[in-house]
C-alpha cells in the first residue's frame, strides 16, 4: 500500500506541527482509516514534499509531526488545457484526467457554442487536488475562472505557440507537437467550434490547427488524447535526463 499523500496548502518545514480540522482530519482517521504513528507525505507548490507522523488523532482533528523534506518544489512539465465547459460528469472526468497528465493550468472558455456553465468550481478543484494526490504530482493545477472566447483570444499573450483541436482538418497532432515546442492546447464544445471561431483561431498568432484523426472525438476524448500525444512527445522529453 502506497504512503498516502496529503496537499497541504500551508507552510511546511522541518519539525513543524501541522493541525487539521474538520473534513481532512476525518478522511485520515475514517477513510484512510490511519492511526497515530502512521506515515504521511504532506506537499504543495510552494514548499515541495515532506515526511509527516500522525502525532495524535481526535474526533475532528488530527495532528502530524514533519520530518525532513523528501522531494523540493517542482512545477509540473504540462501544458495549459484551454477546454470549452461541458456536461458535469464528462467534465469531472476530464479535470481528474489532466492532472494525471500533467497539465499545468486549466483554463475555460465560453465559445458560440457552450451549452452549460462552469456551475461548481469548489468541485472541480477538489477532485484536482484529490487527482495531484493520486498521482504523485507536486502541484495541483489552477482552474482559472471561465472567459469568453474574444476576451481570452484578445488577451492571450501571441508569444506562446497554442495547438488547437481542428475537427475541420489541420496537420497531424503528432507533426505539429514535435515542430512547436512546449505547446498550449485548446480544444473546442461538444456542438464545436463556429465557423467564425476558427476563423479567427486559424488567423491568431502562435496558433495552430491540429487533427487528432478522421474520427469524431467527444469533447472530454479530444482533451484526453491531445494531453496524452503531448506527454508523448514534449513531455518525458522534458524530464527525462
Ligand atoms: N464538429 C463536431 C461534430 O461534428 O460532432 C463537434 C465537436 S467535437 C464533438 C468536440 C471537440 O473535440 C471539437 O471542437 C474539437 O476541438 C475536438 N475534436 C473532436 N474530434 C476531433 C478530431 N478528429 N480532430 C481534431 N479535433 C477534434
Not at 507552510?11 to 476525518?26: D, F, I, W
Not at 520530518?67 to 456536461?87: D, K, Y
Not at 494525471?100 to 465560453?110: C, D, N, Q, S, T
Amino acid at each position: 500500500l502506497t504512503t498516502p499523500r496529503l496537499h497541504y496548502p500551508e507552510g511546511l518545514a522541518e519539525g513543524a506541527s501541522v493541525r487539521l480540522e474538520g473534513p481532512r482530519a476525518h478522511y485520515l482517521a475514517h477513510v484512510l482509516r490511519l492511526r497515530p504513528g502512521a506515515r504521511l507525505w504532506l506537499f504543495n507548490d510552494e514548499d515541495g514534499e515532506w515526511a509527516a507522523t500522525l502525532a495524535a488523532l481526535g474526533r475532528q482533528s488530527a495532528t502530524l509531526e514533519l520530518g525532513r523534506q523528501v522531494r523540493a518544489a517542482a512545477a509540473e512539465t504540462g501544458p495549459v488545457l484551454h477546454f470549452v465547459p461541458f456536461r458535469r460528469n464528462r467534465l469531472d472526468w476530464l479535470v481528474e484526467k489532466a492532472v494525471e497528465l500533467g497539465v499545468a493550468r486549466l483554463v475555460p472558455i465560453l465559445t458560440e457554442r457552450t451549452v452549460v456553465k462552469l456551475e461548481n468550481p469548489a468541485r472541480l478543484r477538489a477532485i484536482a487536488v484529490e487527482a495531484a494526490e493520486q498521482c504523485g504530482r507536486l502541484t495541483v493545477p489552477e482552474l482559472a475562472d471561465p472567459v469568453p472566447f474574444g476576451n481570452w483570444l484578445a488577451a492571450r499573450d501571441s508569444s506562446r505557440k497554442l495547438l488547437f483541436a481542428d475537427e475541420g482538418g489541420g496537420a497531424p497532432i503528432a507533426t505539429a507537437l514535435a515542430e512547436a515546442g512546449q505547446p498550449d492546447l485548446l480544444t473546442g464544445p461538444e456542438g464545436g467550434f463556429t465557423e467564425r471561431e476558427r476563423t479567427l483561431l486559424l488567423r491568431a498568432d502562435g496558433i495552430t490547427g491540429v487533427t487528432l484523426g478522421s474520427r469524431i472525438l467527444r469533447a472530454e476524448t479530444a482533451a484526453l488524447a491531445a494531453l496524452a500525444v503531448w506527454q508523448a512527445i514534449c513531455g518525458f522529453a522534458a524530464e527525462s535526463p
